[in-house]
């Protein structure tokens, strides 16, 4: 019999375990086949997505829009965005997520922005929101300007994808 001391390990080859306390001597220790990948879903289906928009045409309105991969609804769970604009103007930002499985339904976030700094002649607007939001059809970000102006912007999302 094995106790502390006496080679108390449990091994492939003798696997039991003998260990304090004594009513729990006599269970037979398990063995399990571990995968030979990692088992979580999320860390093999991320994704990244950085995407850049340069709108010269002045408006007050600026759609930019990131199409989901078909058959798969993005899990999105983080989003960052910078907005450029001439220096004096000011933007809000809202986030429209589609669903278009099992019905059409589109959802509005309005995401917080903060302006940065000027650089150059340019108003630099930032925003980083932890969310969790859906889409399997078109992402739209649009960009309300205070007037009709040009805008630069950079998005980035991060997630992970399943199948539909």
Known sequence: MMGHGEGGKVTPENKELRNTPAEHANVPAKFFDLPAQPVDGCALNAFHISQ?????????????????????????ELITARIYVAQGYSVSLLLSPRLTTPTN??????????????????????????VRTYSDGVLSFNIECSDQIA??????????TVDL
Do not use: M, W
């Not at 805008?151 to 992970?160: E, H, L, Q, T, V």
């Open 52 to 76: 850049s928009f340069d709108i010269s045409e002045p408006a007050l309105n600026h759609e930019c829009d990131i199409q989901a991969p078909a058959g798969k609804r993005l899990v999105i």
């Open 105 to 130: 339904q589109i959802n509005n976030l309005a995401l917080t922005v903060s302006l940065q700094g000027v650089y150059a002649g340019k108003a630099l607007y930032v925003a980083t929101h932890s």
């Open 151 to 160: 805008a630069y912007a950079d998005f980035g999302i991060s997630g992970y």
